[in-house]
């Protein structure tokens, strides 16, 4: 029985008696974007059957599976030729290691490229590392909401800003590579900018003669000392014995800049106990000191003493060395916690700065011993203290945080103990009411012999046993009376005029002062 699979090997075995040439070829069309060369197909006479031919396509002939009509044959031993002339035209040929896979589509076949491993590799990569990118944000804008909510519920004070000591200029380029390279700058650029930092402090001080004329004028020293700036708008350090005088007797200060201006400064504060005093006048636009830590100084490490020595040496500068830290001194019956150099300096250097050889303000000149022919040691306040001294006083204007007993006192000393049959100590001449030591017990006539774990032996001694507490704290006090040891709880009061220039004066004292009580 003749069947159309028949039919069709008869059709396959007539292909067979052409030969592929393609001189006797019709002669091709022009190439075209939308179909390939030799690939519009001629057809022959309808087919006989009431059906088109091999309407169900076969996947194992891509040639041949959506035609609707015979092409014209030219020659093909194989059913992979046609595919071959094919792929010649439009894409590298096909092998075993190909990078290209083949469809067909309307009787046309195709080439594309196999996608390759890594690229699955990079876009699993972008899509984790979207992902990570969206996480952050949501994470810091969760962070921001909650941290806004906050400040409006108010769990955060924000107290004035303050900005003290200065960054070196953009345009001083041997600054710059010291900063980023944490490497020493020459003495001679220190100096020139010292010379935009450091002041010459004025001042006038009471005549001493006695016979003086009531219109006579106060004798006006040429300079008292030195300071130096530490913000733009004119604060600045000093010493406390600078301007002791004339803030006893209420004389002006004046302020001398190295252009030659003067200012009329204001006291805002000091603490006579560091020794420390800060200043203010009406200016703008200075040049502010680098202010180093003083935490971080060893000894050996090279320095310079800018000032005005002897008053009229403006501008002067002196090196050498760090040679100890932490030592004591006591200048004027004041103990002042200080670090040793040896760099030369004189009167009229107190309240200068210590620089450092990166630039950075390191420590404020407060003394030097002149016994004998010693030199070389002076003694200079750890810029630190100065700078949390001049901190609080800006912000809270006293000095906060400092501890208050609330009493009077006079030294006793040993001759005087055995004089009158007492201890050696601290008298109490005075208790304000409603005080640290009221509300402990203490009474006049006591002598406090320790605080806390340290014996008490003078004013001084109190003073700097002080230091180490703070208002709130509690501690026990010791006390001599009437013969009698007693240890008492005394908890600090905090004092609200620390610092402050215009502090009240204390309660009178009992009105025999003469001898100890």
């Given at each position: ?9 008869d059709?396959?075995d007539?292909?067979?008696?052409y ?8 002669p ?7 179909e ?16 088109p ?16 009509c ?7 031993p194989s ?6 002339q ?5 894409a590298p040929?096909q ?31 972008l ?6 990118l969206v ?7 969760s ?21 003290l000591?200065?960054v070196?200029p ?9 900063t ?13 900018m ?19 004329e009531?219109d006579?004028?106060?004798?006006v020293t ?15 350090l ?22 030659g201006?003067e ?10 106990t560091?020794?420390v005093?800060l200043?203010k ?8 000191a ?22 009229d ?13 932490d ?12 670090f040793q ?18 630039g ?12 004998g ?5 002076g ?6 203290d100065?700078v949390?001294?001049?901190?609080a ?8 945080g ?11 000393n ?5 004089h ?10 005075s208790?304000?009411s409603?005080?640290a030591a ?18 008490v ?23 001599w009376?009437?013969?009698e040891?007693?240890?008492l ?13 215009d ?12 001898e100890?009580?």
């Amino acid at each position: 029985m003749y069947t159309p699979n028949d039919e069709k090997r008869d059709e396959l075995d007539n292909l067979s008696e052409y030969s592929h040439n393609p001189v006797s070829e019709p002669p091709p069309r022009e190439p075209s974007h939308s179909e390939p060369v030799y690939s519009e197909p001629i057809c022959t006479t309808e087919p006989s059957h009431s059906e088109p031919i091999y309407t169900d396509p076969t996947h194992s002939h891509p040639m041949y599976s959506e035609r609707s009509c015979y092409e014209q044959p030219y020659g093909v031993p194989s059913h992979q030729e046609p595919q071959k002339q094919i792929l010649d035209a439009y894409a590298p040929p096909q092998d075993a290691s190909s990078e290209y896979s083949i469809f067909s589509r309307n009787s046309q076949v195709y080439t594309a490229p196999k996608r390759e491993k890594g690229s699955k590799k990079v876009s699993a990569f972008l899509k984790v590392a979207c992902l990570v990118l969206v996480c952050a944000l949501m994470s810091a804008a969760s962070a921001y909401l909650v941290m806004e909510f906050r400040f409006q519920r108010g769990d955060f004070i924000v107290n004035q800003q303050v900005v003290l000591g200065g960054v070196r200029p953009d345009n001083d380029l041997t600054a710059q590579v010291a900063t980023l390279a944490d490497e020493n700058m020459r003495a001679q650029d220190i100096y020139d900018m010292a010379l935009t930092q450091v002041v010459g402090i004025r001042t006038q001080i009471p005549s001493v003669l006695p016979f003086r004329e009531a219109d006579s004028e106060n004798r006006v020293t040429p300079v008292s000392g030195s300071g130096f700036i530490i913000s733009s708008d004119g604060y600045i350090l000093t010493n406390y014995h600078v301007i002791e005088m004339a803030h006893r007797s209420n004389l002006p200060i004046s302020v001398v800049l190295e252009d030659g201006s003067e200012y009329i400064a204001r006291i805002v504060g000091f603490e006579a106990t560091n020794d420390v005093a800060l200043l203010k006048i009406n200016a703008t636009g200075l040049n502010p000191a680098i202010l180093g830590d003083s935490d971080d100084i060893r000894v050996g490490e090279r320095v310079y003493a800018v000032g005005n020595p002897l008053g009229d040496l403006a501008y002067t500068m002196t090196e050498g060395i760090i040679s100890a830290l932490d030592r004591v001194v006591t200048v004027d019956r004041i103990t002042i916690n200080a670090f040793q150099f040896s760099a030369a300096v004189n009167r009229g250097n107190s309240g200068g700065p210590i620089y450092n050889q990166r630039g950075e303000v390191i420590g404020i000149v407060t003394a030097k011993v002149i016994r004998g022919n010693v030199e070389g040691i002076g003694f200079a306040i750890p810029i630190n203290d100065a700078v949390e001294i001049a901190t609080a006083l800006i912000e809270d204007g006293y000095i906060s945080g400092r501890p208050l007993i609330g009493v009077t006192i006079v030294n006793v000393n040993p001759i005087e103990a055995e004089h009158y049959g007492r201890v050696p100590g601290v008298a109490i001449l005075s208790v304000n009411s409603d005080s640290a030591a009221d509300n402990a017990g203490l009474e006049v006539g006591d002598i406090i012999v320790s605080l806390g774990d340290e014996s008490v032996t003078s004013v001084d001694s109190l003073r700097q046993t002080l230091r180490s507490h703070y208002a709130g704290d509690t501690t026990e006090i010791t006390v001599w009376r009437e013969g009698e040891t007693l240890v008492l709880t005394i908890t600090f009061d905090e004092d609200f005029y620390a610092g402050r220039p215009d502090r009240p004066n204390p309660e009178p004292l009992p009105q025999e002062t003469d001898e100890i009580p």
